[in-house]
C-alpha cells in the first residue's frame, strides 16, 4: 500500500494554518492532562479555552482540508445507508452530521462536556441525531450490538497515555461487541508520509483492531494526512466480494 497524493485532501496553502492549531491543541492537552487527574475535565477546558469552542479549527470556513476529508471518509462506507450509527469521539459533530445522511439513526459521543453541548447545538435540528457525553474507555454494555456502522475518527489517538498494545486490543474487542451481526467500522487516524510519533502510534491501533480476532479487514487507504481501515465483525459474507473504492 503506498502513500497517494492523487487523493490528498491537503489542497489549499491556507490549510498549513489548519495543522499548525491542531499542533498547539496537541500540545495544549498534554499539558491540561498534566494539570487534571481527569480526562474529561482536560478536555473540557481545552474546548472551552478555545476560539468558538474549537481548538483544532475543524470548523472554520477557511480550511478546505477538513471537509474534503470527511467527504472521502463518507465515499469509503462499505454501504450507502446504514440503520443505526455510533459516532465514537464525536467532537463538535462535525462528521456527525454527514452520518446523519447515511443512517436513520446517529449517536454521537464524547468525552467533552463542553463538545457534547457544542455538538448538540449544531445537531439540533437532525431529528436522528442523539449527542451523549461518555468515555470510550467506558462503554456501557447496553450499547452492546446496537450499531450496524460505528466511526472512530481522529479519536483513539487521543487515549490516555500510556497507549500499550494491549488495551488497543482490549479496546478493539469491545468496540466489536458494539457492531451488530456483520456491521462495519471506520477506523481513522492521522498519518505522515514520513514516519513519526503520530505515524507509529496510528500504525500501532490500526494493527491491534485489524489483528483482532471478532474483526475483519475490507479495506484499507492511506492519504494525506490519514489512515482509515475499514473493519466489520464477522461478515455473512465473503469481504473480497466487497468493492474498494480507488
Not at 491542531?22 to 498534554?30: E, F, G, H, I, K
Not at 470548523?59 to 465514537?88: H, T
Not at 457544542?118 to 468515555?135: I, K, S
Not at 489512515?227 to 466489520?232: I, K
Amino acid at each position: 500500500m503506498l502513500f497517494d497524493l492523487r487523493h490528498t485532501a491537503f489542497r489549499s496553502v491556507r490549510d498549513i494554518g489548519l495543522f499548525l492549531t491542531s499542533a498547539r491543541s496537541d500540545a495544549r492537552l498534554v499539558a491540561l492532562r498534566q494539570q487534571e487527574s481527569v480526562s474529561a475535565t482536560a478536555f473540557d477546558r481545552l474546548y472551552a479555552d478555545a476560539p468558538r469552542n474549537d481548538p483544532w479549527a475543524s470548523a472554520l470556513p477557511q480550511y478546505q482540508y477538513q471537509r474534503r476529508k470527511y467527504d472521502a471518509l463518507v465515499r469509503m462506507l462499505p454501504q450507502q445507508s446504514y440503520r443505526r450509527a455510533l459516532d465514537l469521539g464525536c467532537g463538535l459533530g462535525l462528521f456527525t452530521e454527514r452520518l446523519a445522511r447515511c443512517a436513520e439513526q446517529v449517536v454521537g459521543i464524547d468525552i467533552s462536556h463542553v463538545a457534547i453541548g457544542c455538538a448538540a447545538d449544531r445537531t439540533r435540528a437532525l431529528t436522528n441525531v442523539q449527542m451523549r457525553q461518555g468515555d470510550i474507555m467506558e462503554l456501557g454494555p447496553e450499547l452492546d450490538g446496537g450499531f450496524d456502522l460505528i466511526v472512530a475518527a481522529d479519536a483513539l489517538y487521543y487515549l490516555p497515555p500510556p497507549i500499550l498494545d494491549r488495551g488497543l486490543k482490549t479496546l478493539a474487542e469491545r468496540i466489536s461487541r458494539l457492531l451488530s451481526p456483520s456491521g462495519d467500522l471506520l477506523l481513522v487516524n492521522h498519518y505522515f508520509p514520513l514516519p513519526n510519533a503520530e505515524t507509529i502510534l496510528t500504525r500501532r491501533i490500526h494493527r491491534a483492531f485489524k489483528c483482532s480476532p471478532t474483526l475483519t479487514l475490507l479495506a484499507e487507504y492511506r492519504r494525506a494526512f490519514f489512515l482509515a481501515s475499514v473493519l466489520t465483525r464477522n461478515p455473512a459474507r465473503d469481504p473480497s466480494a466487497r468493492s474498494v473504492r480507488p
